[in-house]
């Protein structure tokens, strides 16, 4: 199963955050990736349990800035037309 990503936060230590999309069941999650300091584990996350985690950290901040762009984007998407939108 493929995984679309698109790199929403990172920081200089080395810490990412991807906004993900399985092409197969369309889940939408967030993977963090950390850094190898930090024990390197990565984690998938339910995008809602992501955003009520704590403070409103950067890395929530750019993903509210990326939601908050496409609906300021105007235009009608395939979703408004009763249709799936492309990730």
Request: proline letters at 6%; glycine letters at 10%; aromatic letters at 6%.
């Amino acid at each position: 199963m493929s995984v679309k990503t698109r790199e929403l936060y990172s920081i200089p230590g080395g810490d990412r955050w991807l906004l993900c999309r399985e092409s197969e069941t369309r889940r939408v999650f967030i993977r963090h990736e950390p850094n190898a300091p930090s024990g390197g584990h990565v984690s998938e996350i339910d995008i809602g349990t992501f955003l009520s985690r704590g403070a409103l950290n950067p890395e929530h901040q750019a993903l509210l800035r990326l939601i908050a762009a496409l609906v300021d984007d105007g235009a009608e998407t395939p979703t408004a037309k009763g249709r799936n939108a492309a990730f």
